[in-house]
């Protein structure tokens, strides 16, 4: 009797440990199914992004004041941040621009692609102003941002135009 309960003890955490294993495949391939059908908006959102950010790297004149000026105060407002407290600006930073993007995506999306071409114009002129006090090999430092940062924000951006057209 005392072989049956253990057995049966055994199967049931098995088994939980499967619907846990089916609940992560599950969830995977959900968010993988989501992408695929907003792929447009994400290529929309995505070309955007690269042609405004080519446009800042290649043509830094445009509101030149202004961006420096607030390139200025946020490098103000992050002066004396150890590496914990910059990551988690960098975090709270990409979290509220992605949430304000998906939210004010009710207006008919056009805050979200202002959000879309004023980031990537930022993105291109601090490149060209990186590049041309150093060189070309200091833009392998966006390659991590590249990785994680910019995809969720131009998804969470792209949603937003979504969400403005339906």
């Known amino acids: 009797m005392k072989k049956i309960r253990k057995n049966n003890f055994m199967k049931e955490n098995y088994s939980g440990k499967v619907k846990a294993n089916n609940l992560i495949k599950e ?3 959900g968010c993988w199914k989501f992408i695929k059908q907003n792929k447009n908006y994400i290529w929309f959102s995505a070309l955007i992004f690269l042609f405004f950010a080519l446009v800042g790297f290649v043509f ?3 509101f030149k004041e ?3 000026s ?3 105060q946020l490098i103000e407002k992050v002066q004396g941040y ?3 407290e910059l990551i988690l600006f960098i975090i709270f930073n990409n979290f509220t621009t992605s949430a304000f993007s998906l939210i004010s995506g009710m207006f008919f ?3 979200p692609l202002i959000t879309l071409i004023f980031n990537g114009y930022i993105l291109g002129f601090v490149a060209h102003s990186a590049v041309s006090e150093t060189s ?3 833009l392998w430092k966006l390659f991590p941002h590249g990785i994680f940062e910019l995809p969720a924000v131009i998804i969470s951006i ?3 135009l979504k969400l403005g057209v339906s």
């Open 27 to 29: 969830n995977y391939s």
């Open 60 to 62: 830094p004149i445009f």
């Open 66 to 68: 202004q961006v420096i």
């Open 70 to 72: 607030m390139l200025k």
């Open 82 to 84: 150890n590496a914990y």
């Open 109 to 111: 999306g056009i805050l």
């Open 136 to 138: 070309f090999l200091v």
């Open 158 to 160: 792209s949603l937003g």
